[in-house]
């Protein structure tokens, strides 16, 4: 029964993500002059040079870290969508620090970052309070709280932190210190890949080797028999959104310390809204975010491959991925065959239950 | 909105549908120079124009388009437009990219690109850039293959004030209450925008000394429906002229000048001209734009660049006399203006030309001595 | 301070409440119909976005403002149909199907404003129309009240009669009946003898119908023109005002209404060059605050 | 039986198979045949597929296989409505009624007469009173469902039936929450019924009422249609060794209790409910170290809230509970549990267990802090694999391995996993809730033998059930609950009839203060 589940949830994603490829080439087909330019775009661009294939890499280490936010968050069915703020938050004291309490060596990175992580988890820490003290919906708050974190960003950008001699709005320059090197020449990969690994590699064994992942799990499936069960649900609520906070928080961080000078968003990356695409492909397991990340971010180059080459703009590709959210979500999409497979098997093998 | 990636580089504000106004007037600033056709057989540099944002931003970019259609048309060069978006991470990837090909000229724009062509420029030293508002800085490294554009906008936007203030002050003119009160609806709080501002203050100030100027910020580029918004609680409080600092969304604050009758001041284009089909009764309300002419700019450039006098390794600021920026004067202009207000414009524009008047450039302010200024005129 | 009391006094600021709180409005009652048939719609954002468009896109082409605000209506209808059919035939989770559509909705429409115009952010490219303001004959000769009830957007006062009108489908007709019982036990609906499919079907239907009057309203009333992510958090805000609402029509037009305040607040704060990004961020902060005092008043009653 | 000429079949489900998504083969080539007028019963252990069965019959579930003849023509039932339009009623179980919706809006929901466009309320009500008369309800009409009591709501959903015309009409259980005299009005209302030419199929597992109403038993077994007998030629001892399909007793081997110290104790404690009422009020008892107390009641007389107050699961708004005299006002219901706290909530779905995770998991949700089950820090696989499956095998739970998602349990089993999980924590004190509501012979035998061994090594057991023959079997002393407060005390069971105790719940007798306080046992042992 359970290796029929995993084995008809993988077919629903491969289903799921061939037809919204189908709809995509359809759509092209549609809309363009030079389709065979733009489908070998989207498909083949990024593999043109090794820098674009390293830009898939350095477009995927963002969103491994909220997609695993988003995932933690989930698995205790939190629909906390702070990932998105926390991230930018993230970055943005990550940016702070860096920039007003310069360190030396390893300290230089690991103090902006935690600062981020302080960040992120603080702004998550908002819904988890309103959720577990006063059963506010998380989901509610949290969407407030993005635009929230935005505009206190902002502000704090704009009065403190700002870089006067610098024409756009942006924060001063990185101390070198600060910087994450890049890690192979001819590409923008950086250092931070390993922490995205590293923190895949925590937050499986925190959900699946710990005490505190089982309860998260567990109250995510069923909060009453949680609270019957004697765990303290509200430590439970708390920490699976204030980890997740932290983690996009990191992201935020690593982010800006890899792929940037200065800090200078002046509106939300989208990055929390990725981790949500992200956990869902990858069904909120940890162990498969990497995987999903590169397909993610592998479209994502292509598309603008394609957008910059021919006259497909590359916002297709957002269309493309709510479809495969939606059909990889749609549990009913197999359901059909299943049925009739386990009912063929059933009146098979006889009495059972 | 969910997914906006990162933010629109700062557009000098934006006018309306543009292509055609742009084109005309480009064919007025050309006028002079097609009797000098290129000359044939002298080989033409091929020139790629990255545009960190996306066209159809009705100013800044789409500017840059126009101007590379010119360079196209006119000067024969093979050009080529690359869209790159907003999402900064791609930019530098690109500009590699785009810097490894055949081009002998590549062409960015924006403080935002400058960084990453501080970068890049340094490994192709045989390559040849342009960079458009924004300068790269020339005194820490050998920036000897990259020429510099800035802008005066605060020049342009200096006359824009001292108009707005004498309308303002005027209260025999159908849409003004006489209480000397005028405003701006800038995008965002950085320099590129502050300039305008500081000049329009300043103008304002200086003409009609004592007007007040309500300044709103809408946070960001697009969101038209804020800028209305706040253009709207600006004319409640009284302001009788607004000054379109913003890009797409200012459109936003030219629909709350017609509907609450109040007159607007456009930007980057023509954008009373612009707007003159598809929305005559708020094109009558537009006094005037301060132009800002990428499109001729970059044309210029390429012309000396082909004439080889184009200054590479050094920034040039241009301003009214390179007709780099200006106000624009049509027939709503005179319309409305009455004689000694365009007179007095008139006699302004001869002294900063002439450099007796020296506008101040958000550029050179500080941080403070900026919001002192916007706080000594608040309402 | 003073200035800024003078200024909430005034008609025009009242006046501007109205407008400003009208799309926040339909929102809400798009949120309320579907959150009664215990459905949450988060898609409204991206339908409304959507709808937003295709009511410029339709007046455009066809020139004629009514059949702008009818495409934007039916575009609002089709998006949330389109929910409907993932999550009450392919059984996908309400939640992420609504956050999907907002993506896609963000998207979407500038892939088609980019095909039909070649622009990404703004629609100034199409001539499209606007929905024309009334004056209202007897109140609009009321002193101050003229001056702050009169002169709407059509579509506004539409709104508020659409408060009237839930209100009452709610309480006396069948599908509404049916669409609160669904809300509260949908297992005994279904052994009654109803379709609880279908009766959440037309709730959805019936918030996407309003969420399209809500688009219409921000690109043809509002402002008049479409430009990309135009409707700026307002679909979630409804949310929270449909939740402190309660669920009544009545209680989640005056949440809105709190909502337009704090929106009308914030544009006249600037003025008094208060920093632009504190008060863009007080509407939203208001809504944490008021949901969290709403919150914790519920619980104290559930408690007692 | 008189009617014995007319036998034509109403209804036949021929050969009919349902597998369910999760694998389990509920229906197996069930065939039923009932005649038209008569009172079907349908008995059979958890899980035999008795409601499944019936869900088909009523068109909330598809078979798979098989098809059902309905006067002789074959039907298909694509959802309820078609079997409503058929002429066929279910009363579920669990009632399915909209709370806030009045009895009136409940009855004709999906019916409703309508008037412009507008639910005509006064025809609706004109035509609701007319069947309600028969039930003694005319009055109830306009009150919302929420506020009535279960034997009320019961009729409601046969009134609901009824008004969709009903000509077959399906109970399931109905009687597991009556008390024995709603449930004798039960009976005189389905006779009444069925003198009308009504065809009543019920089921239930209390085979003494099957015996009293039914004319025909139809018996299944592991989703088989065993036997259907006439009742008249069977009895009781028979019924229940084909059910189980193994002949056995189910008298217990139980020894009398010897009481020590007292580990539990209630002093006046009070809930207020919605609306300010008092849903326990004042209550005081103590429960001693190897002796099980049953807490007799019709459901909804505060049981529930009483339960909640002393596991931590509701605050206390008035009074104290002591476990092992300690105040647990201020304690988690963690810390409560390692007092020595255990408990079996009534609701296993919801309370009692995750059922979409793993037995294994479930298992383990309460032993967290069990050292044994980590391996350097973190939980190892293995270690829980070995201890569920030692859990799996001492309670005979079915499944296929320990990795089975709960889900796919059935209601017995279920419960066996929470018992599993209840009855190894050490506790001193274990509570439970309706431990085999819905349970079959079987696994209900086994659970209370666990019951009395735990009581016999020094628990103490404080047992609330709405089934009396368990509570005869099991308790040691007996309380009764009714509407909020205990309406008696009987330190022995055997001093009260069954008809008697049914009195005390229905609060037609109340003892006095005295009596009753005999419950807390200060005389014998004060708390420690
Ligand atoms: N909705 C469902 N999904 C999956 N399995 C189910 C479902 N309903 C019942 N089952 C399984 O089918 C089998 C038969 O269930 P059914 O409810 O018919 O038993 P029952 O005879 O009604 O038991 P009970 O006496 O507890 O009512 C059980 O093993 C149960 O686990
Ligand atoms: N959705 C489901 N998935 C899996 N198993 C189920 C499901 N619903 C019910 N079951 C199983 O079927 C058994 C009987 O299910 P049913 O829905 O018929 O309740 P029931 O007949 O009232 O049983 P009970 O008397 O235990 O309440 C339940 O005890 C449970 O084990
Ligand atoms: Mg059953
Ligand atoms: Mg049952």
């Not at chain 1, 390293?54 to 936010?69: D, K, Q, R, V």
């Not at chain 2, 824009?160 to 009160?181: H, Q, Y």
């Not at chain 3, 070649?118 to 929905?131: I, N, P, Y």
Request: negative net charge; charged residues 20%; contains cysteine.
């Amino acid at each position: 029964m359970k290796k029929k589940n995993l084995l008809f949830s993988s077919a629903t994603t491969v289903l799921a993500i061939t037809i919204s490829l189908v709809i995509a080439l359809v759509i092209i087909l549609c809309v363009s002059e030079q389709p065979g330019q733009a489908v070998t775009a989207l498909l083949l661009g990024p593999l043109r040079s090794t820098r674009l294939i390293g830009s898939i890499f350095t477009t995927a280490i963002p969103i491994c870290f909220t997609g695993l936010a988003v995932c933690l968050m989930f698995q205790a069915s939190m629909f906390n969508m702070c990932a998105e703020g926390s991230f930018f938050l993230g970055a943005l004291a990550a940016a702070a620090f860096a920039t007003k309490v310069p360190l030396p060596g390893i300290l230089g990175l690991a103090g902006p970052m935690l600062v981020g992580a302080a960040a992120g988890a603080l702004l998550c820490l908002v819904p988890a309070w309103l959720k577990a003290k006063l059963n506010a919906s998380e989901m509610v708050a949290s969407l407030m709280l993005n635009y929230i974190a935005l505009y206190l960003g902002l502000y704090v950008l704009n009065t403190y932190l700002r870089d006067q001699s610098f024409g756009a709005l942006a924060s001063e320059k990185l101390p070198d210190s600060s910087k994450l090197d890049k890690i192979i020449p001819g590409t923008s990969i950086h250092s931070g890949i390993f922490l995205a690994i590293f923190f895949i590699v925590l937050c499986f064994l925190l959900l699946y080797k710990t005490s505190l992942g089982h309860k998260i799990r567990t109250y995510g499936q069923n909060p009453r028999f949680t609270k019957y069960a004697g765990i303290k649900v509200g430590s439970v609520i708390i920490l699976s959104q204030v980890l997740g906070g932290a983690i996009a928080g990191i992201g935020g961080s690593v982010e800006v310390m890899g792929m940037y000078e200065r800090f200078q968003w002046t509106s939300l990356p989208g990055y929390g809204w990725d981790g949500v695409i992200l956990a869902i492909l990858a069904r909120n397991k940890p162990q498969y975010v990497p995987l999903a990340a590169i397909f993610l971010s592998y479209l994502r180059v292509g598309a603008s491959t394609m957008a910059s080459n021919t006259d497909v703009p590359k916002e297709l590709i957002t269309v493309i991925q709510a479809i495969m959210i939606m059909l990889i979500t749609a549990t009913a999409l197999l359901k059909g065959m299943k049925q009739k497979m386990v009912i063929k098997e059933a009146l098979s093998s006889g009495t059972d239950s | 909105g969910c997914q906006s990636k990162s933010e629109p580089a700062p557009q000098e504000t934006n006018g309306a549908a543009a292509d055609d106004t742009k084109k005309e007037d480009a064919g007025e600033a050309a006028k002079p120079e097609e009797s000098k056709a290129p000359e044939e057989g002298k080989d033409l540099p091929k020139i790629a124009c990255l545009l960190n944002g996306n066209l159809g931003d009705k100013s800044f970019f789409d500017s840059a388009n126009a101007g590379m259609k010119l360079i196209k048309d006119e000067l024969g060069c093979e050009t080529n437009v690359i869209e790159m978006g907003f999402d900064n991470t791609v930019w530098e990837t690109t500009l590699y990219e785009v810097s490894d090909q055949d081009y002998d000229i590549i062409i960015v724009g924006t403080y935002q690109m400058q960084e990453v062509l501080e970068k890049v420029a340094l490994e192709y030293p045989d390559k040849k850039y342009i960079i458009f508002d924004s300068a790269v800085s020339y005194d820490k490294e050998d920036y000897s293959n990259v020429y510099s554009i800035s802008f005066k906008q605060n020049e342009a936007s200096y006359l824009a004030g001292a108009l707005a203030a004498m309308i303002a002050a005027d209260d025999s003119l159908p849409l003004s209450n006489g209480e000397k009160m005028i405003s701006v609806v800038a995008a965002m709080d950085i320099p590129v925008l502050n300039d305008f501002i500081v000049g329009y203050i300043q103008g304002a100030e200086d003409t009609v000394p004592g007007t007040k100027v309500a300044v709103s910020y809408i946070g960001d580029f697009n969101d038209t429906a804020k800028a209305k918004d706040l253009a709207k609680a600006q004319f409640n409080l009284g302001s009788s002229v607004a000054f379109n600092v913003a890009a797409q969304a200012g459109l936003g604050m030219i629909e709350a000048a017609a509907q609450n009758e109040r007159y607007a001041i456009g930007v980057d284009a023509d954008q009373a001209m612009a707007l003159k089909e598809t929305q005559p009764d708020q094109s009558k309300v537009i006094v005037t734009s301060v132009l800002k002419n990428i499109d001729q700019v970059l044309l210029l450039s390429v012309k000396r660049h082909i004439e080889g006098t184009l200054p590479y390794g050094k920034e040039e600021a241009l301003g009214m006399e390179e007709n780099a920026v200006g106000l624009a004067v049509n027939e709503v202009y005179d319309g409305i203006a009455t004689a000694d207000m365009k007179s007095k414009v008139e006699e302004l524009q001869g002294k900063i030309q002439a450099g007796e008047i020296k506008v101040p450039s958000a550029f050179e302010m500080s941080e403070d001595e900026i919001s002192q200024m916007k706080s000594s005129v608040a309402p | 301070m003073g200035q800024i009391l003078e200024i909430i006094f005034t008609a025009d600021f009242l006046h501007s409440i109205i407008r400003l709180s009208t799309p926040i409005l339909f929102a809400t009652m798009a949120a309320l119909i579907s959150e009664r048939a215990g459905v949450i719609n988060i898609g409204i954002e991206g339908t409304m976005l959507f709808a937003s468009l295709m009511g410029v896109v339709g007046s455009a082409f066809t020139g004629n403002v009514w059949l702008g605000v009818l495409c934007a209506v039916v575009s609002g209808i089709a998006f949330s149909g389109l929910l409907s059919f993932f999550h009450l035939k392919l059984e996908t989770d309400i939640v992420l199907t609504g956050i999907a559509l907002n993506l896609m909705s963000s998207g979407l429409t500038i892939f088609i404003l980019y095909i039909l115009t070649g622009d990404k952010g703004v629609s100034t490219q199409l001539a499209s129309k606007a929905v024309p303001n009334i004056n209202i004959p007897l109140i609009q000769d009321i002193p101050v009240l003229g001056s702050i009830l009169s002169g709407h957007s059509v579509l506004t006062y539409l709104a508020f009669f659409l408060v009237i009108a839930l209100a009452i489908f709610l309480k006396k007709t069948k599908l509404g009946t049916y669409i609160r019982a669904v809300g509260e036990n949908s297992d005994s609906v279904e052994t009654a003898g109803i379709s609880v499919n279908m009766v959440r079907l037309k709730a959805l239907l019936i918030s996407g119908a309003i969420s399209g009057l809500g688009g219409a309203f921000m690109s043809m009333a509002y402002v008049n023109m479409f430009t990309k992510d135009m409707v700026a958090g307002r679909g979630f805000i409804a949310l929270a005002a449909e939740a402190m609402g309660r669920g009544v029509p009545g209680l989640s037009m005056l949440s809105a209404l709190f909502f337009g305040m704090a929106d009308a607040l914030s544009n006249n704060l600037q003025l008094f060059n208060m920093p632009s990004e504190l008060t863009r961020l007080m509407p939203y902060a208001f809504t944490i605050v008021a949901l969290g005092i709403y919150a914790a008043r519920e619980q104290r009653k559930s408690k007692a | 039986m008189t009617d014995h000429e007319q036998v034509t079949p109403i209804l036949e489900m021929r050969q009919i198979s349902k597998v369910y998504g999760n694998g389990v083969y509920a229906n197996q080539q069930v065939s039923l045949s009932v005649n038209r007028g008569e009172i079907h019963a349908l008995v059979g252990e958890n899980g035999a597929g008795k409601s499944t069965l019936m869900k088909i019959l009523f068109g909330m579930e598809k078979p798979d296989q098989g098809e059902i003849v309905l006067e002789g023509k074959t039907v298909t039932f694509r959802s309820p409505q078609d079997a409503i339009a058929r002429g066929i009623g279910m009363v579920h179980q669990h009632f399915k009624l909209v709370d806030s919706l009045s009895v009136t809006e409940n009855v004709t929901m999906g019916y409703e007469p309508v008037k412009r466009g507008f639910i005509d309320r006064k025809t609706a009500k004109e035509k609701v009173s007319k069947i309600a008369e028969l039930f003694e309800l005319q009055d109830e009409l306009d009150t919302a469902t929420g506020k009535l009591p279960v034997g009320i709501k019961q009729k409601v959903e046969i009134i609901k039936a009824l008004y969709r015309g009903a000509q077959i009409l399906i109970l399931d259980e109905p009687t597991a929450v009556l008390t024995p005299q709603e449930t004798e009005e039960l009976f005189d209302q389905l006779m009444k019924l069925k003198s009308r030419g009504y065809t009543v199929i019920f089921i239930s597992h209390k085979l003494r009422e099957v015996k009293q109403i039914s004319n025909r038993i139809s018996i299944m077994r592991q989703g088989k249609m065993i036997d259907t007998v006439d009742t008249d030629g069977i009895t009781e001892q028979e019924i229940s060794s084909r059910m189980v399909g193994t002949n056995y007793s189910k008298n217990l081997a139980k020894k009398a209790a010897e009481p020590k110290e007292v580990l539990l104790q209630v002093k006046n404690l009070t809930a207020v409910g919605m609306n300010k009422k008092e849903v326990v009020n004042n209550v005081s008892f103590s429960v001693r170290a190897g002796e099980i107390t049953g807490i007799a009641g019709v459901e909804g007389n505060g049981q529930n809230e009483l339960i909640q107050m002393i596991t931590g699961l509701r605050k206390i708004d008035r009074g104290s509970v002591c476990i092992m005299g300690r105040d647990t006002g201020k304690l988690s219901i963690q810390e409560l549990r390692e007092l020595g706290m255990s408990y079996i909530p009534s609701d296993r779905m919801e309370d009692g267990l995750a059922v979409s995770m793993s037995i294994g998991e479930n298992l383990i949700s309460t032993k967290l802090k069990d050292r044994r089950l980590y391996r350097h820090h973190l939980l190892s696989k293995k270690k829980i694999r070995d201890m569920a499956n030692q859990l799996v095998r001492d309670y005979r739970i079915k499944c296929d391995s320990q990795e089975t998602p709960v889900s796919m349990l059935s209601g017995g089993n279920m419960q066996k996993v929470v018992v599993a999980r209840e009855f190894t924590q050490q506790a001193r004190l274990i509570i439970a809730e309706q431990p085999t509501r819905g349970i079959d012979v079987g696994a209900a035998k086994f659970i209370h033998e666990e019951l009395i061994r735990l009581r016999d090594e020094n628990c103490a057991v404080l047992l609330v059930t709405a089934d009396l023959e368990e509570l005869y079997q099991l308790s040691d002393n007996i309380l009764v609950m009714y509407d909020g407060r205990f309406s008696a005390y009987f330190p022995n069971p055997d001093q009260v009839s069954e008809t008697e105790l049914g009195n005390y719940m229905l609060g037609v007798k109340i003892q006095s203060e005295t009596e009753i306080g005999r419950g807390c046992h200060e005389e014998e042992k004060p708390a420690i």
